[in-house]
């Protein structure tokens, strides 16, 4: 088992990582939480093909299943107070756990649950697929959308435990294989030119899921992410480069009214406008910015998005949570495995950005 400790303010605790895991779950939450009682917040789809694993590993302990449907347009604060209200009328009280069991949203909402349930209770997150074992699970952030942007209620809420099987990526959907690679190839493109290139270079391997290839890649995007949460838990300064490809990339999401893109899909979009605007910005060489298309275009397969409007979608980047006084924040490359802020750009810029965004996006829907 690889064991990565996140140092955080807000508490430390371990990732484990490891094949087969999910099957002695049980043991594993007890030493992080004790033997209280559990409520699994599951997505539902999730559960139809995993929760028999987790149900076997968790006999003997009291736990109660909330199970629901976890997709994109759940992600609403209706969700969360639904969820408190049923641990509520369930009995749960201030000495009880959660358990994230899903993807993504399932691990934001669940967290915020947790965060907020009687002030505050512990959270175990499982995370079941590949984005969510690579970001969302580690460090912390938790939340749900509104009408107007992406995650802009929410809270940061450490778990106990982050418990990841990349075994349960064998049910996963090749679509959602691939666009929980984007957030891979980010992590690559903000920290780890290293990252970077073992993606391109086992490309196979990586799409063909192979187990030393998953297991290396989730390993080495936790780590990164793990040092950049030591440092800056709660996004004052280092953690926003984090978000490289994610203040379009949520724009997007908004425009399309969070049902046509998976988050992964629309961060590479949002990387790819990044990768444009900086180098439009003079930090970035038309060659670095060319292999972050390539990287991109080669694990994903774009949905189209002809019917889109480059200016739409920018006009909406003030709303995002970053922004400072209505003036968008992006996370520019200055080279592969090395990124920084740039605080509004001009607004032609980032319209021409996401107008090259949505050429590349259109070439590789069409291949």
């Known amino acids: ?14 990732v484990a990582i490891e094949a087969g895991s999910l099957a002695r779950a049980g043991e594993s939450i007890a030493a992080a939480v ?18 028999g694993r987790l149900s076997a590993a968790l006999q003997g302990r009291e736990w109660t299943l909330l199970k629901t449907d976890l997709g994109e347009r759940r992600k609403r604060l209706s969700t969360v107070e639904e969820l408190c209200s049923a641990m509520h009328a369930a009995g749960a009280d201030r000495g009880c756990a959660v358990v994230a069991f899903g993807g993504g949203v399932a691990g934001d909402v669940a967290g915020f649950v947790a965060a907020c349930y009687m002030r505050g209770v512990d959270v175990v997150q499982i995370p079941t697929t590949l ?9 912390g952030k938790t939340g749900v959308n509104l009408a107007s942007g992406k995650n802009l209620a929410g809270a940061f809420h450490q778990p106990r435990l982050v418990l990841i099987d990349p075994a349960t990526l064998d049910t996963l959907p090749d679509r959602e294989y691939r666009a929980g690679l984007q957030e891979v190839i980010k992590h690559g ?17 990586v799409l063909a899921r192979d187990p030393a290839a998953v297991e290396h890649i989730v390993a080495e995007s936790v780590r990164i992410k793990a040092a950049v949460v030591a440092e800056d838990e709660r996004e004052a300064g280092l953690r926003r480069i984090l978000n490289f490809g994610h203040t379009l990339g ?24 990044a990768g444009r605007l900086s180098e439009l910005r003079g930090r ?12 991109v275009g080669g ?6 998005l002809a019917d889109l409007s480059a200016r739409s979608i920018a006009a909406r980047v003030g709303g995002d949570k970053k922004a400072v006084g209505g003036k968008a924040r992006f996370v520019l490359a200055d080279a592969i495995g090395k990124v920084g802020d740039d605080l509004d750009p001009p607004a032609e810029l980032v319209v021409a950005a996401a107008e090259h965004a949505l050429q590349v996006s259109r070439r590789m829907a069409a291949a």
């Open 1 to 14: 088992m690889t064991r990565i400790r996140v140092s955080a303010p807000g508490g430390g605790y371990d």
């Open 34 to 51: 004790g033997r209280r009682r559990l409520f699994v917040i599951a997505d539902a789809t999730v559960w139809s093909f995993l929760g």
């Open 131 to 139: 984005l969510a074992q690579v970001d969302a699970s580690v460090g």
């Open 189 to 205: 493109i903000i920290r780890s030119a290293a990252l970077f290139d073992f993606v391109n270079d086992r490309r196979e391997a």
């Open 250 to 273: 949520h724009a997007l999401e908004a425009e399309t009214a969070y049902r046509r893109l998976l988050h992964g899909e629309a961060v590479a979009y949002g990387m790819i406008a």
């Open 284 to 295: 970035l060489d038309a060659a670095s910015r060319e292999r972050i298309e390539a990287a």
């Open 299 to 304: 694990c994903i397969a774009m949905p189209s």
